[in-house]
């Protein structure tokens, strides 16, 4: 999400400047570039490229990635920039691959966001609109390629899954009971945030089953809580550089990202009438994989895959009302509810499909701010 207010990249450029020139063990520091790349609307995120002299006289000029506290109208109702930096730190000793968080700068006054700043990682990530089966780079690869792709995602994927959560303590959601449980609690809060005290209707229905038919499991894993190749970063060779965007993270039965991962998935392809590109996973194989990778027999993936898409439509309900709010999109709108993913929703659960909003189609071409 780009920095919304013109000051904030020239008050973070101050900021990271002023840390800089107060560090004792280099000399003559300076912010060569700054600029604000395309992302997603979960966050604010700032690349960097910095020189200095280190204390053995060597010149030093590193890529860095900030990635700033948003503001309070963001997707997530508890959006905490200092844990999001513990978490990455807490995973990267355990030995997953994400960035290396360099140091966290925490701010008194929300006129001056907090940050936190990490190492930039070389690597492509598929692009999530339009979809990676119909455009972009990975249509450029052959089927063998996007297949090593997607298992490399997969293994990353089961790799997290087996990091000990008690090495990884940060993550605990408040509550009590079982993690499951524990991040339906937390699921509840952001709908009744994000409902606005709104009757939601197809998405009210979706979080009621959630809560009724919830499955007797005592597992916990971490949990991702966004697992799907677009926040992957990919080598050459198709392997896996990095993981990022870990805001929604938390503990959970791993079944809670395998069903995000296969939800997603289906968004990219059948929701939008795409063909699932040669080479990627389909579902069964998808799910096979992660099984014999993962050493983990997977339970209740419907459900889960209910889960995904009640996240993701609540996440697209978030995008309509902001873009409304600032006069982007008219205030009739409909495509908080009339999208493709609330349509994916609907057949889940077996109740009416809602028309897609007119609008939606026009917007998606315009913006890539339709992903999580």
Not at 56 to 62: F, M, R, W
Not at 76 to 82: E, M, N
Not at 149 to 167: F, K, R, S, T
Not at 342 to 348: D, P, W
Request: proline letters at 7%; glycine letters at 6%.
């Amino acid at each position: 999400m780009a920095i919304r207010r013109d000051d904030a990249l020239a008050s973070i450029h101050q900021r990271i400047d002023a840390w800089l020139q107060a560090r004792p063990d280099i000399s003559d520091p300076s912010i060569l570039e700054i600029e604000v790349p395309a992302s997603g609307r979960s966050n604010e995120t700032v690349r960097c490229r910095i020189r200095w002299t280190d204390a053995s006289g060597h010149e030093v000029e590193p890529e860095v990635v900030v990635r700033v506290q948003p503001a309070s109208d963001g997707l997530y109702p508890d959006t905490d920039i200092t844990r999001q930096a513990a978490i990455l730190t807490a995973l990267a000793e355990a030995g997953a691959p994400v960035p290396a968080v360099l140091w966290t700068e925490v701010s008194p006054s929300s006129e001056e966001p907090s940050f936190f700043v990490m190492t930039h990682v070389h690597g492509r990530v598929p692009q999530d609109v339009p979809s990676p089966h119909a455009a972009g780079w990975t249509t450029e690869l052959s089927p063998d390629q996007r297949r090593r792709l997607h298992e490399a995602g997969l293994d990353a994927l089961a790799q997290l899954h087996a990091i000990d959560p008690h090495a990884l303590p940060g993550l605990a959601r408040p509550g009590r009971g079982s993690a499951l449980e524990r991040h339906l609690a937390w699921l509840a809060r952001w709908h009744e945030w994000a409902a606005r005290g709104r009757d939601l209707g197809l998405l009210d229905d979706a979080l009621h089953h959630l809560l009724h038919e919830r499955p007797a499991t005592d597992t916990t894993t971490v949990v991702w809580g966004d697992a799907r190749p677009g926040n992957i970063l990919y080598r050459d060779d198709c392997s896996v550089a990095a993981l990022v965007d870990f805001e929604a993270a938390g503990f959970g039965p791993p079944e809670i990202d395998v069903g995000w991962w296969l939800m997603f998935e289906e968004f990219l392809t059948d929701a939008q009438q795409v063909a699932i590109l040669e080479g990627f996973l389909d579902r069964d194989t998808t799910i096979r994989y992660y099984q014999g990778a993962s050493g983990r027999q997977l339970r209740d993936l419907e459900y889960y895959e209910i889960m995904a898409a009640l996240s993701f439509a609540i996440i697209m309900l978030r995008f309509a009302d902001r873009e409304i709010d600032a006069g982007r999109l008219p205030p009739d709108s409909r495509i908080g509810s009339g999208n493709p993913v609330t349509q994916m929703l609907a057949r889940k659960l077996g109740r009416p499909v809602p028309e897609l909003a007119p609008e939606f189609a026009q917007v998606a071409e315009s913006s890539t701010a339709i992903r999580s």
